[in-house]
């Protein structure tokens, strides 16, 4: 009993029966691609991070240990015996004693504690902190960047695969429809109804029906293949997301307003100027004087006599530059035209993406008019087929016209299946490229 509950629970396993939202959601956790762009944005993170340090002192510990050639020391025995010429002494040096003194020993040791802490910078660390914090906030954008462009990839296998699966699934129908016209038409050839020529007839149609099935079969292995290896996944068995009914919901011009607010690459753009305009400020803040705190203090020496009196020092520091041979003015202008550069970049990026959501927009208005009429068109031909294959059961009509009606009626559920398709794909890049995609992913 238990073998049988495990056996069940592999099977059930095996069956992979996925929507569109679960196949992103793989997709998002196994793409190598969208990992690697995710860890862009912890770098940017931990770099946002040690930007804030720079508003905090910094605080270092040294330690040296020195071995000098000789003892530094100053003679001035020769001024103690002028001296003691003047005061009428003999023998200055028994005297006065030897005046030869050592003021370093040549081995010598010490520890010191450093503190600095920026005061004013011209701005330069605001601009810092700025700067990192919009590299955070971009590279959070170029991942989803990322993420839309599989995403569009994914949308366009998912409904491949779709339309692979409808496509194999309409071919085996129509192989047996003619299958069963051909085991008819023997029927009526081997009782003297019709000639024997309706029956060839029958057997040409049948064969092409075969090389057409099983041509639609390999076309969804490959279409299998190609959706299992973007989501990670080596058993997708059936998709439960069908083919949105096609249905323009939004005018063109709400598409484009979605565009121009939601779009991630403009998203970018907008950062990148901004990243520029603080660049700006950043170069400008050369022009002020940098000022700042600073101390030391010695915990340990060994034969450092500088220090006998002394363990620590603090003051304020202050560096301004007035001239630099015009590097600050040209630095200002380079970063100026990267702010004009990028407001270039902007402005045909707005104009690229409003002609792109046109083609999509332009694709789904096609393919919805197609689609209608085709709905219409498949009544007429369903009728059509019904009334040739009628007639040749009645011995009126012949098996030419029965072939030739079945497969007006194949062609015609084809091009809907292609219309399904187009509009589908079309509306989903679409709804990524505007900011919508869990809305495009949660309504199918």
Do not use: C
């Not at 910094?58 to 015996?81: E, Q």
């Not at 047996?176 to 040409?204: C, D, S």
């Not at 939601?262 to 907008?270: D, M, R, V």
Request: glycine share 6%; aromatic share 10%; net charge negative.
């Amino acid at each position: 009993m238990n073998f049988l509950i495990l056996l069940m629970g592999s099977i059930i396993g095996q069956a992979q029966i996925i929507s569109l939202k679960d196949a992103h959601e793989l997709m998002l956790s196994s793409n190598g691609n969208i990992k690697a762009s995710s860890f862009e944005i912890n770098q940017s993170q931990e770099e946002y991070k040690a930007a804030k340090g720079l508003y905090l002192p910094k605080i270092t510990a040294s330690g040296t240990y020195l071995r000098i050639d000789n003892d530094i020391s100053v003679d001035l025995n020769t001024p103690r015996d002028m001296f003691g010429g003047l005061l009428s002494i003999s023998n200055p040096a028994e005297v006065l004693g030897d005046w030869n003194f050592t003021l370093q020993e040549k081995n010598l040791g010490f520890a010191t504690l450093g503190l600095s802490m920026p005061l004013y910078s011209g701005g330069l660390i605001n601009s810092a902190n700025k700067a990192a914090k919009i590299k955070y906030n971009l590279a959070k954008n170029n991942h989803q960047i990322v993420d839309n462009d599989y995403t569009i990839n994914l949308i366009q296998l998912y409904y491949k695969l779709k339309l692979a699966k409808s496509v194999e699934s309409l071919r085996q129908t129509i192989y047996k429809t003619v299958e069963l016209h051909y085991n008819q038409a023997n029927k009526f050839f081997e009782n003297g109804i019709i000639p024997e020529v309706e029956t060839l007839n029958a057997q040409v149609a049948l064969s092409n029906a075969n090389t057409d099935l099983m041509s639609s079969q390999k076309d969804l292995e490959l279409a299998t293949t190609a959706l299992e290896n973007l989501i990670g996944s080596d058993n997708v068995d059936s998709l439960s997301t069908n083919f949105s009914q096609p249905n323009l919901i939004k005018s063109l011009g709400e598409f484009q307003t979605d565009i121009l607010k939601n779009n991630h690459q403009l998203k970018a753009i907008q950062q990148n100027k901004s990243l520029a305009e603080v660049g700006v400020k950043a170069e400008k803040s050369d022009y002020y004087p940098k000022i700042g705190l600073f101390g030391n203090y010695v915990p340990w020496t060994d034969n450092l006599t500088i220090t006998e009196n002394t363990k620590w020092f603090v003051g304020v520091g202050v560096e301004w530059v007035l001239f630099d041979g015009l590097q600050r003015e040209h630095k200002i202008k380079a970063a100026q035209y990267k702010i004009n550069q990028v407001e270039a970049i902007d402005s045909q990026a707005k104009l690229n993406l409003q002609t792109y959501s046109e083609k999509l927009y332009n694709t789904m208005k096609k393919a919805s008019e197609q689609y209608q009429s085709l709905v219409l068109n498949e009544t007429y031909a369903q009728k059509l087929k019904f009334m040739r294959t009628r007639a040749f059961e009645e011995g009126t009509g012949t098996s030419l016209e029965v072939v030739d009606a079945t497969l007006k009626l194949s062609q015609i559920q084809f091009h809907k299946l292609q219309a399904l398709y187009d509009y589908n794909i079309a509306y989903g890049e679409l709804m990524v490229v505007s900011g919508q995609t869990e809305l495009f992913l949660n309504q199918n």
